[in-house]
């Protein structure tokens, strides 16, 4: 910052009161700084720095009321890593994250900019795909399936990890789903049906017929 003034007007008085101003507004300024960290911070999944259950519930509410009035549709894939729990019993949960991380950084690249991916929770995730119908969302949950069955994690020791794979499963507002509840539910079915046929693959939600009985 830079003042100016006539000569021989400037004391040393006015030289403390801006002092005094400037100090202020330096601590104004990083405490804003440190509140948009924190609500970033709030946001973020700090191991995958994907985005967080919280924020995504609250997102794909907000998305679904634009997919409403826009009448557009709106997808929601749901991905489960397989046979995790025994890559983190065999190598320990440092290789755990480190496939995590990894998995995390593939279902980005594999995704549209417009997309948002988020750490539901452990070893699930999410992708939301605004304006996206079914068979658009089958073609993505498909190639995040393959680039994640080719990806290559380090094992840090000689011996290589074993392949990570993923099992997805798609559903779609409104069709499948009329609140995020709903359309959760049916993408953790169709989710379960992919674990129940073999695991990696990808399976679009079906409406059950319930049977008469
Ligand atoms: P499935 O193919 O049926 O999904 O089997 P799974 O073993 O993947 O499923 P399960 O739900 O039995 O195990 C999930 C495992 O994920 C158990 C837990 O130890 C691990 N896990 C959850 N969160 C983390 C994490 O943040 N880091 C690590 N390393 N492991 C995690
Ligand atoms: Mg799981
Ligand atoms: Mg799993």
Known sequence: MRLEGLKGSWTSERDKVVESY???A???????RLLDTMKQQANIDSLTALYNRRFLEDYAKRQIAVARRKDEPLGFIM??????????????????????????QTITGAMRETNLAARFGGEEFLVLLPDTNAKSCLLVAERIRKAVARMIVPSGT????????VSLGIAVYPDHGRTLEEVLQAADKALYESKRGGRNRSTLYIEQVEPAG
């Open 22 to 24: 400037l100090s202020g």
């Open 26 to 32: 330096a601590s104004a300024l990083s405490n804003l």
């Open 79 to 104: 991905l489960d890593l397989d046979h995790f729990k025994a890559a983190n019993d065999l190598f320990g949960h440092e290789v755990g994250d480190r496939i995590l991380r990894h998995f995390a």
């Open 158 to 165: 000689d011996k290589p990890l074993p392949q990570t794979t």
